[in-house]
């Protein structure tokens, strides 16, 4: 899984988002509801013109550039850490050191630099999977400067997903203890004879089923993975 590829993705679908409230909001203004119009659409308009890249824009490539919608999004969906580069422990690479300093030189203003990776790689000396590394271009814009390691399983986006939000861990603990409610034997859940599939006792064992679930997942996720992917895609803390 690529990084880069992700981002690219995502951005599109943001682009489709804003552009189809545009044209509600267009939609609207003609059917004379203007009092349905909010003002989106005057700071979408707005976030465009007040960045780095409209001050330079014959020296950025805009395919380069990415929102902060984005990024959080691809975050939480791989279960990344965005951060300033100085949580980043180890030596740049020499290309990377060489289009950080060219896009200083060329931009003509001096701007911080962040890194887009899994937690690890912030702690590592040698880490080894995928680091993309953004220039802030101010107004949650950020330039893609080099990417450098091995790309992520194809997996990782799955095997993020219980922990990507609440909402989404619930969701699957109700499918969860639903699944294993189904397929366990009326034996297993209690050595009374002749008890119906369907009963009291099997509606017992979906909320044991929910509970020992919730349980399991809450340590796993304090204990282990140290928090919810929406709360801690830029949070330097945990490291």
């Not at 682009?15 to 003002?39: M, P």
């Not at 700071?43 to 550039?65: M, Y």
């Not at 997903?161 to 366990?184: C, D, G, H, Q, R």
């Not at 089923?209 to 801690?232: D, H, P, Q, T, W």
């Amino acid at each position: 899984m690529d990084i880069l590829n992700a981002l690219h993705s995502q951005r599109e679908k943001n682009i489709e988002f804003q552009q189809n409230n545009l044209l509600k909001e267009a939609y609207s203004i003609l059917k004379g509801d203007v009092s349905d119009v909010k003002n989106s659409s005057v700071d979408f308009f707005t976030h465009q013109n007040e960045s780095i890249l409209t001050a330079k824009p014959l020296v950025l490539d805009t395919n380069r550039v990415f929102s902060i919608k984005d990024i959080k999004s691809v975050c939480i969906d791989f279960r990344l850490r965005f951060l300033d580069m100085k949580f980043y422990r180890a030596e740049l690479p020499y290309d990377a050191h060489i289009k950080l300093t060219a896009f200083e030189i060329e931009i003509g203003v001096s701007v911080s630099f962040k890194i887009l990776t899994e937690a690890q790689n912030f702690k590592s000396t040698y880490p080894h999977t995928q680091q993309l590394l953004f220039a802030d271009l101010g107004n949650g814009e950020f330039y893609f400067i080099h990417k450098w390691g091995n790309e992520f399983s194809n997996l990782r986006k799955y095997a993020a997903m219980p922990y990507k939000n609440i909402e989404v861990l619930f969701a699957i603990i109700l499918v969860a203890s639903s699944v294993f409610t189904i397929i366990t034997p009326t034996n297993f859940i209690t050595s009374k004879p002749n008890i119906d599939y369907f009963s009291m006792i099997r509606l017992a064992f979906f909320f044991w089923c929910i509970v020992a679930l919730s349980a399991l997942f809450m340590y796993y996720i304090v204990a282990i993975r140290k928090g919810m992917n929406s709360s801690e895609w830029d949070n330097p803390s945990f490291m």
